[in-house]
Nanobody, 125 residues
Framework: QVQLVESGGGLVQAGGSLRVSCAAS????????MGWFRQASGKEREGVSC????????YNADSVKGRFTISRDNANKSVFLQMNNLKPEDTAVYYC??????????????????WGQGTQVTVSS
C-alpha cells in the first residue's frame, strides 16, 4: 500500500513563502511520477505541479508558474513544493500524490495512483 504523508503547511501572509514536504513509504519514488494538487473550499481539486520519474521534467499550472517549484529526492523518498510570492488565491488543502507513469505531463487528478491526506495552506491578505 502506497502511503504519502504531507507536512509543512500553515498560515502565511501574502508575498511570503512556504515549503511543503511529502514523505513516501512502502514504495520507491523511482516507480512513479509525483505531483502536488490542491483543493480550495467549494472548488474541484486541481493539479499544481508534477515531476517526471525519468528525467525530473516538470509541469506547473499557469497560476503558479514562476512562483512554485517541485522537486524530488528519491533516495530519501521525499517530494517538495517550494511556494514563493504566495497569494490569497493559493489558499487550499495541498495534496501530495503518486502519479501514473507519464502522467506528469497532464498533472490532472485522473492520473493519480495514490493520495496523501493533505495539508492546509492559508495565505492572508
Amino acid at each position: 500500500q502506497v502511503q504519502l504523508v504531507e507536512s509543512g503547511g500553515g498560515l502565511v501572509q501574502a508575498g511570503g513563502s512556504l515549503r511543503v514536504s511529502c514523505a513516501a513509504s512502502a514504495f520507491t519514488l523511482e516507480h512513479y511520477d509525483m505531483g502536488w494538487f490542491r483543493q480550495a473550499s467549494g472548488k474541484e481539486r486541481e493539479g499544481v505541479s508534477c515531476i517526471s520519474l525519468v528525467d525530473d521534467s516538470t509541469y506547473n499550472a499557469d497560476s503558479v508558474k514562476g512562483r512554485f517549484t517541485i522537486s524530488r529526492d528519491n533516495a530519501n523518498k521525499s517530494v517538495f513544493l517550494q511556494m514563493n510570492n504566495l497569494k490569497p488565491e493559493d489558499t487550499a488543502v495541498y495534496y501530495c500524490a503518486a502519479v501514473k507513469a507519464m502522467g506528469w505531463r497532464f498533472c490532472d487528478p485522473t492520473v493519480v495512483a495514490s493520495w496523501g491526506q493533505g495539508t492546509q495552506v492559508t495565505v492572508s491578505s
